[in-house]
């Protein structure tokens, strides 16, 4: 009986191995792989399922640890993002700060004096930053769950102000369209921030956001001077981006952890 146990916990184990280079293999293919009926294949997929070990979906499946491992490395660069974001602030500046969790994350790594931080970013009111820093709300229609100020209201405050730089985070960026959102009603404000800029404006994005399009588009490739992603994002994506004129800055681990 323990042996036979073994025997499955063993050919479980290498299915997972399998599934996590292979999320889209066929029932069919394993169970040649294996030597095993379609109807044992499903019943250890259920298994492992069932234990967490992995995420069935239509056409395929991805191991869970797999998953929670790019899921914090995602998190991991987002941070190191922020952290290289904020050394771009200077005393004196001004800035604007869109939705974005992840620009809004820059608030406790700027450590520069007499900094004034416009956003549209109701989260905003969580972080701690230091002494340093001010922070004025747009004001507009509060719309969760991302806390975000949107509507007339904001967009006529946003129309008076000019900033010195500005840092807005996306939901893709490529070289076709630019920077993309998946919020209609923050289009123009996105806009709005990159405009009424009279240094550098600054888009954060990810590697998972990199060559990606989303619903609408915020601004063009032409309007934007930088980027800032890291070193997992598509070279060729990159390149093609640098050609259209942008600054790319690409932040990696050993810069932060030597």
């Given at each position: 009986?323990k042996?036979?146990?073994?025997?499955?916990d063993?050919?479980?184990?290498k299915i997972?191995?399998v599934?996590?280079?292979?999320?889209g293999?066929k029932?069919?293919?394993?169970?040649?792989?294996f030597?095993?009926?379609?109807?044992?294949?499903?019943?250890?997929?259920?298994?492992?399922?069932?234990?967490?070990k992995?995420v069935r979906?239509?056409?395929g499946?991805?191991?869970t640890?797999?998953?929670?491992r790019?899921?914090?490395?995602?998190?991991l660069?987002?941070d190191?993002?922020a952290?290289?974001?904020a050394?771009?602030?200077?005393?004196?500046?001004?800035?604007?700060?869109?939705?974005?969790?992840?620009?809004?994350?820059?608030?406790?790594?700027?450590?520069?004096?007499?900094?004034?931080?416009?956003?549209?970013?109701?989260?905003?009111?969580?972080?701690?930053?230091?002494?340093?820093?001010?922070v004025?709300?747009?004001?507009?229609e509060?719309?969760?769950?991302?806390?975000?100020?949107v509507?007339?209201?904001a967009?006529?405050?946003?129309?008076?102000?000019?900033?010195k730089?500005c840092?807005?985070?996306?939901?893709?960026?490529?070289?076709?369209?630019?920077?993309?959102?998946?919020?209609a009603n923050?289009v123009?404000?996105?806009?709005?921030?990159?405009?009424?800029?009279?240094?550098e404006?600054?888009?954060?994005?990810?590697?998972?956001?990199?060559g990606?399009?989303?619903?609408?588009?915020s601004c063009?490739?032409?309007?934007?001077?930088?980027l800032?992603?890291?070193?997992?994002?598509?070279?060729e994506?990159?390149?093609?981006?640098?050609?259209r004129?942008?600054?790319?800055?690409?932040?990696?681990?050993e810069?932060f952890?030597?």
């Open positions: 009986m042996r036979e146990r073994a025997y499955v063993n050919r479980r184990n997972l191995e599934m996590e280079t292979q999320p293999i029932v069919a293919d394993l169970a040649k792989m030597d095993i009926s379609p109807v044992t294949v499903r019943r250890d997929l259920q298994y492992l399922e069932d234990n967490k992995l979906f239509y056409g499946a991805q191991v640890e797999k998953k929670e790019e899921q914090d490395e995602v998190k660069y987002r190191l993002i952290q290289y974001a050394t771009l602030v200077e005393d004196g500046d001004s800035i604007f700060i869109n939705t974005s969790a992840n620009a809004i994350s820059m608030l406790q790594y700027i450590d520069k004096r007499n900094v004034t931080v416009i956003t549209n970013n109701g989260r905003a009111l969580n972080y701690d930053h230091s002494d340093g820093i001010s004025i709300l747009t004001g507009g509060l719309r969760y769950p991302k806390e975000a100020m509507g007339d209201f967009i006529r405050n946003l129309q008076t102000v000019v900033a730089k840092f807005v985070g996306c939901s893709g960026f490529s070289e076709e369209c630019g920077m993309t959102t998946e919020i923050e123009n404000i996105n806009e709005l921030m990159i405009r009424n800029v009279v240094k404006n600054y888009i954060l994005a990810d590697h998972t956001k990199i990606k399009n989303s619903s609408f588009i063009g490739i032409d309007k934007i001077k930088n800032i992603t890291d070193e997992l994002a598509s070279e994506v990159i390149e093609q981006i640098r050609d004129g942008v600054k790319v800055h690409i932040v990696k681990k810069d952890y030597q």
